[in-house]
């Protein structure tokens, strides 16, 4: 009983936390002047971190087991690995660009899987004895921290794609004899 509050306590900290740091990052993106604000999307995912890692150790106390069973479990680790590629350049002191795609990436899936849709699916079951030994530990682990690197790259590029494609658009309109002679013969 006290393993489930306690997952549910951390779970919905973790939640907000991740809401505050993207509501932040908005705030210091359409405000410039605020300098107060600078560092708190950094500290706020450290917070994140650090529930989601108590979050995933309670999990696993409680079950006796590596918590990547699930759907649920997987996904929460999937938020957890978000927020490790989030807080790495953080700490080499380089400036995070990644900021804007791993806390949304964080919320959504963290969101997804504090759903109501995955209520019974957050439940946890004994595991088959294939999946108890040291091959769900480190396998599954290191795919699903594969995933979320898969995840942040290709979000980045269709980031790319789209600034590119707005900058194309803005020529093509200044540009404006070009654009009415080729579409409009």
């Given at each position: 009983m006290i393993f489930s509050?306690?997952?549910?306590i951390?779970?919905?900290i973790s939640f907000s936390v991740v809401s505050i740091v993207i509501t932040i990052h908005l705030i210091t993106l359409l405000v410039d002047e605020i300098v107060g604000l600078y560092d708190s999307p950094e500290k706020g995912m450290i917070a994140t971190f650090f529930c989601i890692t108590g979050l995933l150790v309670t999990r696993?106390?409680?079950l006796g087991h590596f918590p990547l069973s699930d759907l649920y479990e997987s996904l929460i680790f999937l938020s957890w690995s978000f927020s490790i590629i989030h807080i790495v350049p953080?700490?080499?002191k380089h400036k995070n660009n990644l900021s804007a795609i791993t806390a949304p990436s964080a919320i959504f899936t963290q969101g997804f899987a504090t759903?109501?849709?995955l209520t019974e699916m957050s439940q946890s079951e004994i595991l088959v004895p294939a999946l108890q030994s040291q091959w769900l530990?480190?396998?599954v682990s290191m795919m699903v921290l594969g995933y979320a690197a898969l995840l942040c790259g290709?979000?980045?590029s269709v980031a790319l794609l789209v600034i590119t494609f707005r900058q194309d658009i803005r020529i093509l309109c200044k540009n404006n004899h070009f654009f009415k002679k080729s579409f409009f013969r």
């Open positions: 509050t306690l997952e549910h951390l779970t919905h696993w106390i409680y953080y700490f080499k759903s109501g849709l530990m480190m396998h290709s979000l980045l």
